[in-house]
């Protein structure tokens, strides 16, 4: 990547001007955002296979679910996950609307540690309910070595740590839920 | 490598909505309630999807074409255009908008859109479009109607467009709404009026005689501002 010399613009001929406020993505986001997961007949850019688990063996899969403030499954929200580790670069976008548990579940593989920090997915999270979207990161339960020494989620309350932690649920398999509210909702960041 | 002393601006709290806004009911169990976790941006961060290879379908950016049965579209045909850039000024090249709406009677096709109002056969309302070089974008649709909603007794959304857009990164995802000039539902919709004021008018579109089709389309203008960085200038190493 070519380094680029930034300089201060505020002085261009557009001006500075202010940020375009954000708006809920809503409950009809599948058929523009998701099509072909929710067969509308519309090209899709993205879905939920960031890599394919027929040609990377060493593929993982993220499962989870979201849940609002009193503990129900939401089922209209729309999760995107960004990884970028300088090695791999990879985006994938899912609704919560069509498995029958309401699940969201990607296929990718786990990103490399950078810098000897905890490896991570970037998270984006979006709902019908939310006027502006949320980040969060999923940090993995069989790093513990690299989790209790990284400098972001020890700048996390204690008792909250384990909210940004998938679970090691099998042979690739981690389960991360996304708690909006409660005792034990999830972290989201100021990014 | 990323260069580590680029940050981008945070969301200027000032013009965006806040999680929680309970005139909007939905917000209240989905709302964050604990404060967010201030995160150093790192190259994850500082960068994110890039699409400018995606070959969009021919009709993409014309949702009065790309999804034709037997006929064209009912409703008052518009265009569509503005630019995409940061707070800086700097126009944001070869970046993806998605669009979606709903049709001229205010129904979308949605399997959970129980609205009673027609569907057009001839009218998907999904779209996409890429930012040219200089940031500027372009797309035909149909004006989407106002409709119905369960927030509260006669509840009614303004005319809207729905847009998401990635920008030059994660930190510039925006996810937001389109209005029309002069709909009187907005000082009655609880999704435009959780924005501070001064946020408010800047998801308004503007009518634009200039670019007008004649005896073909209405133009609109709306300008997307996206999070700048901050104006340090630095060396190349």
């Known amino acids: 990547m070519e380094n680029i010399l930034y300089k201060d613009t505020s002085s261009s001929p ?178 | 490598m990323q260069m580590s002393n680029i940050t981008y601006n945070q969301f200027d709290r000032e013009v965006h909505p806040p999680y929680l806004a309970p005139e909007y009911k939905s917000t209240i169990l989905r709302a ?66 998605e669009i979606w709406q709903a049709n001229s009677c205010g129904r979308y096709v949605h399997k959970v859109d129980q609205h009673d109002a027609p569907l057009d056969p001839n009218f998907l309302g999904a779209g996409r479009c890429m930012t040219d070089k200089d940031g500027n974008y372009k797309f035909y649709t149909i004006k989407p109607g106002a409709y119905p909603w369960g927030n509260h007794y006669n509840a009614w959304r303004p005319n809207h467009i729905h847009f998401s857009l990635f920008g030059a990164n994660i930190t510039n995802r925006l996810v937001t709404q389109m209005y029309f000039p002069g709909d009187p539902l907005l000082q009655h919709d609880p999704i435009f009026l959780c924005i501070p004021p001064k946020g408010r008018d800047l998801l308004i579109s503007k009518f634009d005689l200039d670019a007008t089709e004649p005896n073909f389309a209405l133009g609109y203008r709306f300008d997307f501002v996206l999070r700048g960085h901050k104006a340090t200038p630095f060396e190349k190493i």
């Open chain 1, 14 to 191: 557009l001006g500075a001007t202010l940020q375009t406020p954000s708006q809920t993505v809503g409950p009809y986001f599948a058929y523009g955002l998701t099509p072909k997961q929710y067969l509308y007949d519309f090209k899709q850019l993205v879905g939920n296979q960031m890599v394919s688990p027929i040609e990377h063996e060493e593929a993982i899969t993220i499962v989870g679910k979201v849940f609002d403030g009193n503990g129900d499954v939401i089922p209209d929200a729309m999760i995107e996950i960004w990884q970028n580790d300088g090695e791999n670069q990879l985006f994938g976008r899912f609704g919560t609307g069509t498995d029958v548990q309401n699940r969201f579940i990607f296929s990718t593989i786990k990103p490399k540690s950078v810098d000897g920090l905890a490896p991570y997915l970037s998270v984006i999270v979006f709902m019908r309910g939310q006027m502006i979207h949320s980040y969060t990161r999923i940090y993995f339960s069989d790093e513990a070595q690299l989790n209790a020494t990284d400098e972001v989620l020890n700048a996390v309350p204690a008792e909250r740590k384990n909210t940004l932690i998938a679970k090691k649920k099998g042979l690739n398999i981690y389960e991360f839920n996304i708690n909006m509210q409660g005792e034990n909702e999830t972290v989201f960041f100021e990014i």
């Open chain 2, 32 to 97: 964050p309630t604990k404060p967010l976790i201030l995160l150093k941006q790192s190259l994850s961060e500082l960068t994110g999807p890039v699409f400018d290879d995606f070959n969009l379908g021919e009709f993409d950016h014309d949702l009065t074409k790309n999804s034709i049965k037997n006929g064209e579209p009912l409703g008052e045909r518009i265009v569509v255009h503005g630019k995409v850039m940061n707070e800086n000024g700097q126009p944001i090249p070869n970046t993806l908008i």
